[in-house]
């Protein structure tokens, strides 16, 4: 069993839309959750963690957790060209140190 | 803040040859550094954990005496590819946290292509 799971994708929006990016975990004591940013070839750049159910915003990045769920969901507003990448969830449990990564879904942003 | 290095970015070697990567933590002391592989089109995959000072601790499957991680020090970890093949071309990530940090920083990555 997968521990996170993500769509792989394709993502496909229009420049100017909010993409929707989410991701489902399977360990409750899952704690903190992190997204990143992945271009072809590079390595990851964090865009943004939460640990506390509810919203937390950064620019137009919105992170949203719900722990009764076991979701994690990622919104961008006014998405660019420039947003076209995979995008990788991760968790990591009270006490750990290491991140699980989930498969990571691709978007593409249309000009 | 909270720059991590890597180098080589990019090496190819010959198969049974050995490669060492570098990991250095530029601005800030690396109390814990991980080691990932990612192939093409797969997500990353944590190797190892190490501490400095430590022995590192190795995920199942990854075979200790191949890929030997040595952290001597609080902003350099490194990792040797033993008698590399072509199997083990591949993404290899460090990544680095300093102690009460809320996350770790990644790397550039360093791209291995054995021939």
């Known amino acids: 069993q997968k521990e996170v799971e993500q769509n792989s994708g394709p993502l496909s929006v229009p420049e100017g839309a909010i993409a929707s990016l989410n991701c489902t975990y399977s360990d409750r004591g899952s704690q903190s959750f992190f997204w990143y940013r992945q271009y072809s070839g590079k390595s990851p750049e964090l865009i943004m963690f939460?640990?506390?159910?509810g919203d937390k915003e950064d620019g137009r990045f919105t992170a949203q957790l719900n722990k009764a769920s076991q979701y994690v969901s990622l919104l961008i507003r006014d998405s660019q060209p420039s947003d076209s990448a995979t995008y990788l969830c991760?968790?990591?449990?009270?006490?750990?140190?290491?991140?699980?990564f989930g498969t990571g879904t691709r978007l593409l942003v249309s000009p | 803040g909270a720059v991590v290095s890597q180098h080589p970015s990019r090496v190819i070697c010959k198969s049974g040859t050995s490669v060492k990567i570098e990991c250095r933590s530029l601005?800030?002391?690396?109390?814990?550094m991980f080691w990932y592989r990612q192939f093409p089109k797969q997500s990353l995959m944590l190797m190892a954990t190490s501490n400095e000072g430590s022995k590192a601790t190795y995920e199942q499957g990854v075979e200790k005496d191949k890929f030997l991680i040595n952290h001597a020090s609080l902003t350099l970890s490194t990792l040797t590819v033993t008698s590399a093949h072509p199997e083990d071309s591949s993404f290899y990530i460090c990544s680095a946290r300093g102690s009460g940090a809320d996350t770790q920083y990644f790397g550039p990555g360093t791209r291995l292509t054995v021939l």
């Open positions: 939460i640990y506390s159910n």
């Open positions: 601005d800030f002391q690396a109390t814990t």
């Open positions: 991760a968790w990591e449990g009270t006490g750990f140190q290491k991140l699980v």
